[in-house]
């Protein structure tokens, strides 16, 4: 008997039991076999699962469902407040200066500025500077970048 700790989706969690042992539970679910009890998810939401097994111990398995990045995104909010440089980093960011215009600027360190743009990029949740320039315009940590006039005209 493996009991089970199914997770379909961020605000659900059910404890189910298997007759199967842990491993072969396991290597249903990586093959598509498994699917949850019909009473716990109608057929059509269960068939639509990407689901993945991990096991916790001889008799236990966890099956979770990976959630779409998009869906990740609206879930997560910022980790914690930014501090009073990392949003001024940010305003300069979406102002569209580079790290030696935002050391002049801000009179610090270019050091200094890298580490404020990871902290921000961990908070925010993001990879890259210019998904952390969105992330917290789409939030309202700042306002929306404004084109350069000179942008459209090459000189």
Request: hydrophobic share 45%; with cysteine; charged share 20%.
């Amino acid at each position: 008997m493996t009991r089970i700790l199914f997770i379909p989706n961020s605000s659900s969690i059910f404890h189910l039991e298997s007759s199967l042992a842990a491993p072969d539970l396991v290597a249903e679910v990586a093959a598509g076999r498994w699917r949850p009890p019909p009473e716990i998810l109608p057929g059509e939401t269960a068939a639509a699962l990407d689901l993945r097994a991990v096991r916790l111990g001889r008799s236990a398995v966890l099956i979770f469902c990976l959630l779409d990045p998009t869906e990740l995104d609206s879930l997560l909010p910022v980790e914690a407040p930014l501090s009073r440089r990392q949003l001024a980093v940010l305003q300069c960011l979406v102002e569209g200066l580079a790290v030696k215009q935002i050391c002049r600027r801000l009179n610090l360190a270019e050091r200094t500025v890298f580490l404020h743009l990871a902290a921000l990029k961990k908070k925010l949740r993001v990879l890259t500077t210019a998904q952390a320039v969105s992330r917290a315009v789409e939030l309202g940590l700042c306002p929306p970048p404004v084109p350069s006039p000179h942008a459209n005209h090459p000189t």
